[in-house]
């Protein structure tokens, strides 16, 4: 079980995730991914939220409890992960952007197909889902009771190394600092403002 305190808002939990480690068993193998960069999105206070509008059939994980994986499509093309925090019955999930393979690179170079760079392999959420094989039958799983995809606790990682800055690639409330990442890391995205994106203020 993992030792970050999950049930905290999604902008507290974010950066004590990274470091940490998501594993998943299949027949085909083992992967395990060190975190090295996510997101916090909330709910009906946070414009880039899923959950802004309120609770609908998609975004129902979000709403709690803690530690269960939100699995959504993007664009069509990925999924993307993230980890529900806070308390139950209030939407709060961090995004995980990007990670470290450490553990069965060469099952999720396969999974990612062509000659991928190791720092490329789970660089972006998309491509972190792809090669952690995370699809839409894992959205609602619980990370902390030993499922198939689990949730542990990594090396721990100094506060010097930790960068905060705006959220990737959203349209509203792009500019709160929500986006933390380890300093210098290869693995970690590259910032991309979106062209959709409108003045905000807020956290």
Same mark, same amino acid.
């Given at each position: 079980?993992?030792?970050?305190?999950?049930?905290?808002?999604?902008?507290?939990?974010?950066?004590?995730?990274?470091?940490?480690? !998501?594993? #998943?068993?299949?027949?085909?193998?083992?992967?395990?991914?060190?975190?090295?960069?996510?997101e916090a999105y909330s709910g009906a206070a946070d414009p880039a939220s899923h959950a802004y509008r309120g609770r609908?059939? &998609?975004?129902?994980?979000?709403?709690?409890?803690?530690?269960?994986? =939100?699995?959504?499509?993007?664009?069509?093309? #990925? *999924? $993307?992960?993230?980890?529900?925090?806070?308390?139950?019955?209030?939407?709060?999930?961090?995004?995980?952007?990007?990670?470290?393979?450490?553990?069965?690179?060469?099952?999720?170079?396969?999974? &990612?197909?062509?000659?991928?760079?190791?720092?490329? !392999?789970? &660089?972006?959420?998309?491509?972190? $889902?792809?090669?952690?094989?995370?699809?839409?039958?894992?959205?609602?799983?619980?990370?902390?009771?030993?499922?198939?995809?689990?949730?542990?606790?990594?090396?721990?990682?100094?506060?010097?190394?930790?960068?905060?800055?705006?959220?990737?690639?959203?349209?509203?409330? #792009?500019? *709160?600092? #929500?986006?933390? =990442?380890?300093?210098?890391?290869?693995?970690?995205?590259?910032? &991309?403002?979106?062209?959709?994106?409108?003045?905000?203020?807020?956290?």
């Amino acid at each position: 079980m993992n030792a970050v305190n999950l049930a905290r808002p999604a902008e507290e939990v974010a950066p004590t995730l990274l470091g940490s480690i !998501l594993t #998943h068993e299949t027949p085909e193998g083992t992967v395990s991914i060190t975190i090295t960069e996510t997101e916090a999105y909330s709910g009906a206070a946070d414009p880039a939220s899923h959950a802004y509008r309120g609770r609908t059939p &998609r975004n129902a994980v979000m709403f709690g409890p803690a530690g269960h994986l =939100y699995v959504y499509r993007s664009h069509g093309l #990925h *999924w $993307c992960a993230n980890i529900v925090t806070g308390t139950d019955g209030i939407a709060s999930a961090v995004l995980i952007r990007a990670g470290r393979v450490i553990e069965g690179e060469d099952l999720a170079r396969k999974r &990612r197909g062509g000659k991928v760079e190791s720092p490329r !392999l789970a &660089r972006g959420p998309g491509n972190f $889902c792809q090669a952690l094989g995370i699809t839409a039958e894992h959205d609602g799983t619980d990370l902390l009771t030993g499922a198939s995809v689990t949730l542990s606790e990594g090396e721990p990682v100094p506060a010097a190394l930790i960068r905060v800055g705006p959220r990737v690639g959203v349209s509203r409330a #792009h500019d *709160w600092q #929500h986006r933390f =990442y380890l300093a210098g890391d290869p693995t970690v995205s590259a910032y &991309r403002l979106s062209p959709r994106a409108k003045p905000s203020s807020g956290a």
